[in-house]
């Protein structure tokens, strides 16, 4: 049992940690951004658990054009973090140009994940429970509302089947093969 026996799950256990810690912080920036119910008992929960860091960073970073700049820069920063400490435990090195382009590639795929999930979510949910109301099945209409209206007015249902989720995770995962290879490019 080598060195390596114990660090790989302890890195998949700080990883997922600062992983999901991350995934709060920007579903926060989400529901702000889309203006979603804070009322809404998913939204406190998220609040509260990113209030501990997001609080006295703002004081520091304001918002800009009524968006949370704060939160931006906590993720950065606490994926900056992570990065580099990873990097370091392995006895590597990455540059500061290769370092961004890492931690910018990662927080693009949460992005993108992030809403690929939501539309699943939702797709599921409208077959499940349609026309229920669930506050998180709100907050999700919320969150993917603004990818899915411009698709839905393009492709509307057909004979009662909405196949706009479909060409909306299929423009995710295009984005998303896009945008990465280029940035992981930059960290090689």
């Known amino acids: 049992m080598g060195s390596g026996y114990l660090s790989n799950p302890f890195e998949f256990l700080v990883t997922t940690l600062v992983d999901l810690y991350l995934f709060a912080i920007l579903l926060r920036f989400v529901l702000q951004a889309v203006r979603a119910d804070f009322f809404n008992p998913v939204s406190q929960f998220i609040v509260k658990v990113t209030n501990p860091v997001l609080e006295p960073l703002r004081r520091i970073v304001p918002p800009v054009a009524r968006q949370d700049v704060a939160s931006i820069v906590a993720m950065v920063a606490i994926k900056m973090a992570l990065i580099a400490a990873l990097v370091g435990m392995k006895?590597?090195?990455v540059g500061i140009l290769g370092l961004f382009a890492w931690?910018?590639?990662?927080?693009?795929?949460?992005?993108?994940?992030?809403?690929?999930?939501?539309v699943?979510?939702?797709?599921?949910l409208s077959w499940i429970s349609?026309?229920?109301?669930?506050?998180a099945a709100a907050l999700i209409e919320q969150i993917t509302d603004p990818i899915m209206r411009p698709?839905?007015?393009?492709?509307?249902?057909?004979g009662g089947i909405d196949l706009s989720p479909i060409a909306v995770l299929i423009g995710l995962q295009v984005i998303k093969m896009l945008i990465l290879p280029p940035l992981m490019h930059l960290v090689m």
């Open 91 to 93: 006895g590597g090195q």
């Open 103 to 118: 931690t910018a590639a990662d927080l693009a795929s949460l992005v993108i994940d992030l809403f690929f999930f939501a």
């Open 120 to 124: 699943i979510i939702r797709a599921i």
């Open 130 to 135: 349609p026309g229920g109301y669930n506050p």
């Open 151 to 158: 698709v839905q007015r393009i492709l509307p249902p057909i």
